[in-house]
């Protein structure tokens, strides 16, 4: 009987140990820096609160890292680095983001369906509830259309759409469905490649003017033709 006894409290003492693990694990991300800002991306069923502090938290990190002192700098400047840089396999990760950043790529990676380890292209999952609420408010026409023929056929890679986006780079400042796209599959999905844990994470920090938005977005007449 007392064999059977201390059984019992080591099964239990064990469930309360795992469960309070598991609550660990999946506690809820609450360390929101840009609370404040507007809700640029909201999307029915993905958590809009975490991916609007990723957005604003990677805008903060580029405009930083490009900007190097030069007060003029703009918003779509940077994102046109980021965008090419990232196509192209250039992006330096480890100079470029912030330990914020880093806290909010932790929660990310415990989204439901967000991620897809078995997408050789990319991290991201490109039949997330994310990417198809990116897909479906994309508001450049030609781009919509490329980024709906590549999901449909399952051809989608942050190169194969990249290529078209680096010469529509403004657009994402008026739509920030676009934003997000580039946001999650060119910048935090390759932090699965990285140890953090060797990087340093203290860069200063700049006021980014998030208001700053271009009279017209940028268009492309040759879009859709091969030359």
């Given at each position: ?38 809700m ?9 609160k ?14 930083n890292?490009y ?11 940077a ?17 470029i ?43 450049d ?39 997000m ?28 003017d998030?208001n ?5 977005p ?10």
């Open positions: 009987m007392k064999i059977k006894t201390n059984s019992n409290i080591t099964l239990i003492t064990c469930l309360l140990f795992f469960t309070a693990f598991s609550c660990k694990n999946k506690s809820v991300f609450s360390d929101f820096k840009y609370a404040d800002k507007p640029a991306f909201v999307c029915e069923g993905a958590n809009s975490l991916l609007n502090e990723a957005l604003y938290s990677f805008e903060d990190d580029i405009i890292h900007k190097k002192g030069n007060q003029n700098y703009r918003l779509e400047q994102y046109s680095q980021i965008i090419r840089n990232s196509v192209f396999g250039r992006l330096k990760l480890e100079d983001v912030s330990k914020h950043t880093v806290k909010v790529f932790e929660a990310l990676k415990n989204e439901a369906n967000l991620w897809d380890a078995n997408n050789s292209k990319s991290y991201l999952n490109y039949n997330s509830t994310a990417v198809n609420c990116i897909s479906n408010n994309i508001q026409k030609a781009l919509k259309d490329t980024f709906d023929a590549l999901i449909t056929t399952n051809s989608m890679s942050p190169k194969l759409f990249g290529a078209p986006l680096t010469t529509k780079y403004r657009n994402v400042l008026n739509d920030k469905n676009l934003a796209y580039v946001a999650l599959d060119l910048y935090y999905a390759k932090m699965f490649n990285i140890n953090f844990s060797k990087v340093n994470l203290e860069k200063p920090e700049q006021k980014v998030f700053q938005v271009p009279p017209m940028e268009t492309d007449p040759h879009a859709g033709h091969n030359h």
